[in-house]
T-cell receptor
């Protein structure tokens, strides 16, 4: 089952507002990845984080790798309608393979 | 450049049948991983292959098997299908650079078991 606690489960926001979501775990991760998934499609990689404390931006998206290596957050600034979707955090405890996913945060943007 | 491709996009099978799903990684990527995503949940790890060898296996029964070919494409096989196998099956490839395993996903194969 899921070992990552992702919150909130869902968010209903107005266009132009900022969005913040986070993931926490009892385990230490070496890599944090944030994905966005639209209905019926595969997850699309948004941001990858490789070092504790790392802060990385991708356009209006900003994510940070927590200092304790047990958490990460994703911020979306000035949301637009195309930000609608489900956002997943995922982490690697080893250098290889088994990505562990959070349960996802569903974002709904209203005009 | 082409991303990860998967075939077929949709599949309907009946209980007890067998299914084969296919994946082609991004050009230059040597690692392929398979995930199962049940509606409303995050993907669950099934297998990872690197250079044609199994590198990791998730908590799935032996009915699930996979292999990787010399061109790095991969197949996921599921025998004796159960209703609970209905899910989106995702393939991910990774370049294995920066000493870590950043994975890029394909569009998935939607499997429905009746």
């Amino acid at each position: 089952g899921q070992q990552l606690n992702q919150s909130p489960q869902s968010m209903f926001i107005q266009e132009g507002e900022d969005v913040s979501m986070n993931c926490t775990s009892s385990s230490i991760f070496n890599t944090w990845l944030w994905y966005k998934q639209d209905p019926g499609e595969g997850p699309v990689l948004l941001i990858a984080l490789y070092k504790a404390g790392e802060l990385t931006s991708n356009g209006r998206l900003t994510a940070q790798f927590g200092i304790t290596r047990k958490d990460s957050f994703l911020n979306i600034s000035a949301s637009i309608p195309s930000d609608v979707g489900i956002y997943f955090c995922a982490g690697l405890t080893d250098s290889w393979g088994k990505l562990q996913f959070g349960a996802g945060t569903q974002v709904v943007v209203t005009p | 450049d082409a991303g990860v491709t998967q075939s077929p996009t949709h599949l309907i099978k009946t209980r007890g049948q067998h299914v084969t799903l296919r994946c082609s990684p991004i050009s230059g990527h040597k690692s392929v991983s398979w995930y199962q995503q049940v509606l409303g949940q995050g993907p669950q790890f099934i297998f990872q292959y690197y250079e044609k060898e199994e590198r990791g296996r998730g908590n799935f029964p032996d009915r699930f098997s996979a292999r990787q070919f010399p061109n790095y494409s991969s197949e996921l096989n599921v025998n004796a299908l159960l209703l609970g196998d209905s899910a989106l099956y995702l393939c991910a490839s990774s370049p294995w650079d920066r000493g870590t395993d950043t994975q890029y996903f394909g569009p998935g194969t939607r499997l429905t078991v009746l």
